[in-house]
T-cell receptor
Framework: DAGVIQSPRHEVTEMGQEVTLRCKPISGHNSLFWYRQTMMRGLELLIYFNNNVPIDDSGMPEDRFSAKMPNASFSTLKIQPSEPRDSAVYFC??????????????FGPGTRLTVT | QKEVEQNSGPLSVPEGAIASLNCTYSDRGSQSFFWYRQYSGKSPELIMSIYSNGDKEDGRFTAQLNKASQYVSLLIRDSQPSDSATYLCAGSGGGADGLTFGKGTHLIIQP
């Protein structure tokens, strides 16, 4: 079975540019999470969706960050405008939300973002 | 604020020995706990989940949870060089909530 798919795997952009990261969750999973990992702060939750609805976006650092999930198989995380401090690895994870499930989250390969 | 604390290491263990990794958490409302393994440059890989007080065993791995002490641990028996990685402890409030991660413990298995 295909795991969580993320694209692009690497992104290098200049400060001020718009960046869009993409994620396809595991088929059948209905909860999707965006995390960011840096050496200084570790792995942090940015936002998560249940059944395509955003549940908690308190981890989104600034209004420059936005996330959407237009359908069950696709989500985007957008940064506009990007800044050098946004440089990090961005992970998407998914799980099944519902009674009787374990809520184990499975991570995609990540997008390594470098903003110069 | 929810926090998960881990010793960053490195923790060095001889091959074949038991590696013991520990984690404490601040939020008494946390219900579910997870251990992930992360190799350098790779994504976190789920190893174990634990939801109830006590021990849970899966192959060479044993997770232990003590909610009264707010303490979670992971034991790796018969440690192999391939176990060398960073181990991340994470907790959640239960259900499909976001995870709060510790910063990880860097484990080195010496051949």
């Amino acid at each position: 079975d295909a795991g969580v798919i993320q694209s692009p795997r690497h992104e290098v952009t200049e400060m001020g540019q718009e960046v869009t990261l993409r994620c396809k969750p595991i088929s059948g999973h209905n909860s999707l999470f965006w995390y960011r990992q840096t050496m200084m702060r570790g792995l942090e939750l940015l936002i998560y969706f249940n059944n395509n609805v955003p549940i908690d976006d308190s981890g989104m650092p600034e209004d420059r960050f936005s996330a959407k999930m237009p359908n069950a198989s696709f989500s985007t995380l957008k940064i506009q405008p990007s800044e050098p401090r946004d440089s990090a690895v961005y992970f998407c994870a998914s799980t099944i939300y519902g009674t009787g499930f374990t809520y184990e989250q499975y991570f995609g390969p990540g997008t390594r973002l470098t903003v110069t | 604020q929810k926090e998960v604390e881990q010793n960053s290491g490195p923790l060095s263990v001889p091959e074949g020995a038991i590696a013991s990794l520990n984690c404490t958490y601040s939020d008494r409302g946390s219900q579910s706990f997870f251990w992930y393994r992360q190799y350098s440059g790779k994504s976190p890989e789920l190893i174990m989940s634990i939801y109830s007080n006590g021990d849970k065993e899966d192959g060479r791995f044993t997770a232990q949870l003590n909610k009264a002490s707010q303490y979670v641990s992971l034991l790796i028996r018969d440690s192999q060089p391939s176990d060398s990685a960073t181990y991340l402890c994470a907790g959640s409030g239960g259900g499909a909530d976001g995870l709060t991660f510790g910063k990880g413990t860097h484990l080195i298995i010496q051949p």
